[in-house]
């Protein structure tokens, strides 16, 4: 079964960075778009990036341009999400999407705080 299992949210102090991974298994990995979503308290849940299957296709929503980058190591399976220049306004839980056919399959999230 498609199991997705993020890891590396934590406590970061406004304009730090950090890594956060997502470890997939049970289907092709290498086959699929891979996205990163977050959701802040008494906020939807929210698209912060997506990335292609081969790497060559990236997207990201406007507030996170130039700060977050999405990448992918196909031989383990793992996706991350390298954040810069942190903002409070990046505190959220941070979710690891895909969709495999035709099917939405999500992590448990992994929490990312930005605050002094």
């Known amino acids: 079964q498609v199991q997705l299992v993020e890891s590396g949210g934590a406590l970061v102090q406004p304009g730090g960075s950090l890594r956060i991974s997502c470890a997939a298994s049970?289907?092709?990995?290498?086959?699929?778009?891979m996205r990163w979503y977050r959701q802040a308290p008494g906020k939807e849940r929210e698209l912060v990036a997506a990335l292609s299957s081969s790497s060559s296709l990236t997207r990201y929503i406007d507030s996170v341009k130039g700060r977050f980058t999405i990448s992918r190591d196909n031989a383990k399976s793992t996706v991350y999400l390298q954040m810069t220049s942190l903002k409070p306004e990046d505190t959220a839980v941070y979710y690891c999407?895909?969709?495999?056919?035709?099917?939405?399959?999500w992590g448990q999230g992994t929490q990312v705080t930005v605050s002094s």
């Open positions: 049970g289907f092709t990995f290498s086959l699929y778009w």
């Open positions: 999407n895909t969709n495999v056919a035709r099917v939405d399959y």
